[in-house]
C-alpha cells in the first residue's frame, strides 16, 4: 500500500487542519495509508520519509529547522513526490530558499485579498493532470508569486483584475498549476485553496487528486528508470 504524510500547522486562516482532512479523505479514498501530523518534527525521520511515496505540507509561515528541510528534499530527491496547494505549500517558510528552490515558487501578493473575481485558464499539453478540464472562475486570493522558470505551468490566471501598484505593467499570466522535477522526485503546486471550502469545489479537488497520484507514482518511475539504464548502460539523464 502506497504511503502519504501529511503535516498542518502554521497560520489558522488557511484552515490547515480542515484542509488536511480533505486531502486525507481524497487520499485514502485512492488507497493510500495516510499518517497526519501537526507538527514539523513529522519531517525529522529522514529514513522515515525515504520510505513514503508522497509527502504533504500543509503549513503556512512559520519557522523550520534546516536539518528538516534537508530531509524532505533528499526524500524527494530519492523518489518521494511532494504535492500541495495554496500557501501551505508556497507560503511555508519565507526565510527558507531551498525549500522554495525545491517547491517552485513563492507566494508575494494577492491584490484585492479575499473574493477577488477570476479566470483560472487551463493549459493543454502532453501532461494527463488536466486532461478534461476546462477554464474555470473562481472567487478566492488570487495568487502573485516568484515562479521558478523550470516548472511546467499547467494552469494560469491573468493579472492585473484589481487596482494595484503592479496595474500600470503589461498583462501577466501567472501560473496557477505546476509541475516539477526536484532529483527523480515529483512536485506538484496549484495556488488555489485559500480556505477549505475552495479546495472542496469539484475541479480543485480534481486537480489536487491528480495532482497527488501522479507525485505519488514518482518513486516507482524513478525505479523503472534506473533499471532501464542499468539494462542498456545508458545514464538516466539520456532516457
Not at 495516510?34 to 507538527?39: F, I, L, Y
Not at 501578493?109 to 502532453?126: L, R
Not at 474555470?136 to 522558470?149: I, M
Request: charged residues 20%.
Amino acid at each position: 500500500m502506497r504511503k502519504a504524510l501529511i503535516v498542518w500547522g502554521g497560520w489558522d486562516g488557511h484552515q490547515p487542519r480542515q484542509v488536511a482532512d480533505i486531502f486525507r479523505d481524497v487520499l485514502e479514498k485512492e488507497n493510500f495509508e495516510v499518517e497526519v501530523s501537526d507538527t514539523l518534527e513529522a519531517f525529522s525521520e529522514g529514513e522515515k520519509l525515504k520510505g513514503l511515496d508522497l509527502i504533504v505540507p500543509v503549513w503556512t509561515m512559520g519557522r523550520i529547522e534546516q536539518q528538516w528541510v534537508n530531509n524532505v528534499s533528499e526524500a524527494v530527491q530519492a523518489g518521494v513526490g511532494l504535492a500541495g496547494c495554496h500557501g501551505g505549500m508556497c507560503d511555508s517558510f519565507r526565510d527558507n530558499v531551498d525549500w522554495q528552490f525545491m517547491t517552485g515558487g513563492q507566494w508575494v501578493a494577492h491584490p484585492g485579498n479575499d473574493g477577488v473575481e477570476y479566470t483560472v485558464n487551463i493549459k493543454h499539453s502532453s501532461s494527463p493532470l488536466t486532461d478534461g478540464i476546462e477554464d474555470f472562475q473562481v472567487a478566492s486570493e488570487q495568487y502573485y508569486l516568484h515562479v521558478d522558470p523550470a516548472v511546467e505551468v499547467l494552469a494560469t490566471t491573468r493579472f492585473p483584475v484589481v487596482p494595484g501598484p503592479h496595474s500600470l505593467n503589461k498583462a501577466v499570466d501567472m501560473p496557477v498549476v505546476w509541475t516539477k522535477r526536484w532529483g527523480v522526485g515529483r512536485v506538484y503546486y496549484n495556488s488555489l485553496g485559500h480556505q477549505a471550502n475552495i479546495i472542496e469545489i469539484p475541479v480543485v479537488k480534481e486537480l489536487m487528486r491528480r495532482g497527488f497520484l501522479w507525485c505519488a507514482e514518482g518513486k516507482a518511475a524513478a525505479g523503472r528508470s534506473s533499471a532501464a539504464a542499468a539494462y542498456t548502460g545508458m545514464a538516466d539523464n539520456q532516457l
